[in-house]
């Protein structure tokens, strides 16, 4: 879960500005005083940050200072190098752990080079401060982006030429945003970021220190409310009673996700009657329309023998066609969508039409037809035949 911070609650409005925030004190309180607590993860970000390493230059996604937890609590792997110690972490040393993304951008990507890169000891600045690269993080990739980068390095090389530095959310390929972001993450030990970046980066050089984030892990999610409430008192004894912070749970998300979810098919239900209707309507008037024009033709049937229950079935038949080939062209017209989409899209992104939707949608049509058709089948099923005989 992640502790955030928030507005003060109407009543405690004028404590707002005595408000602390997250700062290191919770972290330790909750490590000392909240036993049902397993990990506490701070870190501390800089930001407009930038790495230059010689004529490059990178903006990574997150620059931030961490403790070792964040291993376990972001679930990063390293690839080559180390982690912090806790020697790094005394010392406030001026290393720093980067995401391939990085060192892409700054060394030459596999790709480009024709071989892997291990930048462990090399240096970078960061905003300007010379920092030694110590540990170097997997690459994240989807299973759709590994089969393009392997298949592409079936294919001949083609020269590419463009500018050094990049910024932007297509970086993470086929990946997404969230490949992306772990791909061009920067870490460093939190003392240092401490001690280099925030500790004169406050309003009239006064020190900073409050915290971008806490992410806390419990002991047992069969003890989560439990833990929240003991967790929520521990931080009120710190903020001195003032509540200006609150937790955000993965079942928060997932709720959010369903909530999000529920809201976007009530949403597209309510479009698709309101569509359905309208459609209806248009087919109920084209069929009137066309029995208008065929009043002597059914009284002709009528003359030479056909029922009142025949006719209604021809009528209602037809509504039924008409309606089937709005369906057809809609389904037609839906797949040149999502086929376009697909091209426009990453793939694992793309919309899919299953054949179980296309059916239902051919027996919504269908039955749209029949209903539209009911009252015109039924008012050409009652003429008399006389009188459309005589109608002009």
């Known amino acids: 879960m992640l502790l955030e911070d928030q507005d003060v609650p109407a009543y405690q409005e004028h404590l707002a500005e005595e408000a602390p925030g997250r700062t290191m004190v919770d972290v330790m309180a909750l490590r000392r005083s909240a036993p049902l607590i397993r990990l506490v993860s701070p870190e501390m970000e800089l930001n407009n940050c930038t790495l230059t390493r010689a004529d490059k230059m990178v903006n990574p996604s997150e620059c931030v200072g961490v403790w070792p937890a964040v291993l376990d609590m972001n679930l990063h792997t390293l690839q080559h190098g180390r982690f912090f110690t806790d020697l790094d972490e005394e010392k406030a040393n001026s290393v720093c752990v980067i995401g391939t993304g990085i060192r892409d951008e700054l060394f030459g990507s596999p790709e ?25 993080f997997t690459r994240y990739e989807s299973e759709q982006e590994r089969k393009e980068r ?50 004169a980066a406050g309003a ?11 992410d806390v892990k419990v002991r047992s999610l069969d003890r989560l409310e439990p833990a929240l409430q003991q967790a929520r008192n521990v931080l009120l004894m710190t903020h001195r009673g003032i509540e200006d912070f609150g937790f955000r749970t993965q079942e928060n998300q997932i709720e959010s996700i369903n909530s999000q979810i529920r809201n976007a098919r009530l949403s597209g239900g309510i479009i698709a009657a309101i569509s359905l209707i ?6 109920m ?23 009142a229950p025949a006719i209604f079935l021809q009528i209602l038949v037809e509504s039924i066609v008409v309606a089937l080939v709005g369906a057809l062209a809609g389904l037609a017209a839906s797949l040149g969508l999502v086929r376009l ?39 050409a099923a009652r003429l008399d035949p006389i009188q459309a005989l005589r109608y002009e």
């Open 285 to 307: 008037n084209i069929m009137l329309a066309s029995i208008n024009e065929r009043i002597r033709e059914i009284g002709i049937c009528k003359a030479i023998g056909a029922t």
């Open 112 to 136: 480009k080079t024709g071989q892997e890169i291990v930048p462990i000891g090399q240096q970078v600045l960061i905003n300007g401060q010379p920092f030694t690269i110590v540990g170097m």
């Open 150 to 199: 392997e298949l592409a390095k079936t294919k001949p090389k083609e020269k590419q030429a463009g500018p050094v530095r990049r910024r932007g959310w297509g970086r993470g390929g086929g990946g997404g945003w969230a490949f992306w972001r772990k791909n061009y993450t920067v870490y460093m030990p939190m003392n240092t970021m401490w001690v280099r970046f925030r500790s």
């Open 204 to 214: 009239n050089n006064i020190p900073d220190p409050r915290l971008t984030d806490i």
């Open 341 to 379: 989409l697909a091209v426009v899209s990453p793939a694992q992104n793309s919309p899919v039409i299953t054949p179980t939707a296309m059916l239902i949608a051919v027996i919504f049509s269908a039955a749209v037809g029949i209903i539209a058709g009911l009252f015109p089948a039924f008012k």
């Open 278 to 283: 309208v459609g209806g309507i248009g087919i």
